[in-house]
């Protein structure tokens, strides 16, 4: 049986239970809450592998309940968007997101993105005896995954911190986006998905400017992304 506990807001009660016995069916524990502001407190108050969580929610929307979450939890988040919303997807992901979810999804899809969340998050603990990483003024330090630049830590989402492993671990080698893709996010990339693009531009944004400028990761259009030696 599985152990992880989920946390799923959501304003639509009725979706709400239905997705519940669904994931309670597969084995998961399931606390729900119906608006944002709950929902916050709810993760802030206990401890989860995962939040589902819906953008349109009354009190506090689903951005606004990312974006304050975020400022004190790395908590896995899968978004829950409108069909064919592209905005909201991309917007979630900039507010440090995992993964998302167009409505209506299928069951399976749905299982399928959360395994996939839920394994690459315990992945990264698993590596907790592994030596530390080092690369320039880059440190990582998988046990407790924490990266640093200098001694700055830098306040990365758990997909962030995996697609920093894989460019350290491959320095001046041409990452494939879809092995990237398949490696971190745990599905194949398909056409019109920004997740892995977006999920690279805010890990740009968070590494300090080299002393020099020079730029850390180069992006090889339609084709992938480098880390450039220092």
């Not at 979706?15 to 993760?43: I, P, R, W």
């Not at 400028?213 to 339609?222: A, F, L, Q």
């Amino acid at each position: 049986m599985n152990t992880n506990k989920l946390l799923l807001v959501e304003d639509d009660q009725e979706l709400c239970q239905l997705l519940k016995q669904l994931l309670m069916m597969e084995g998961y524990e399931v606390t729900t809450c119906h608006d944002g502001a709950s929902g916050l407190a709810m993760a802030q108050k206990e401890q989860h592998q995962l939040m589902l969580l819906d953008v349109m929610l009354p009190e506090l929307n689903g951005f606004d309940l990312l974006k304050k979450l975020r400022q004190t939890s790395q908590l896995p988040v899968l978004m829950l968007t409108a069909k064919g919303d592209e905005i909201d997807r991309v917007i979630g992901l900039e507010f440090g997101a995992d993964d998302y979810l167009s409505k209506p999804f299928n069951d399976r899809e749905l299982l399928a993105r959360i395994k996939a969340i839920l394994r690459r998050t315990q992945q990264t603990a698993q590596q907790e005896n592994q030596q530390k990483l080092a690369l320039g003024d880059i440190s990582l330090n998988h046990g407790c995954q924490e990266a640093r630049c200098g001694e700055e830590v830098l306040d990365l989402t758990g997909t962030e911190f995996l697609l920093l492993v894989e460019l350290l671990n491959n320095v001046g080698e041409l990452l494939n986006k879809n092995d990237l893709n398949q490696k971190v996010l745990g599905k194949r990339l398909q056409a019109f998905d920004r997740s892995l693009d977006m999920h690279m531009s805010n890990l740009r944004k968070k590494l300090p400017v080299r002393a020099d400028g020079r730029p850390r990761i180069k992006t090889v259009r339609g084709h992938g992304y480098i880390w450039l030696e220092g």
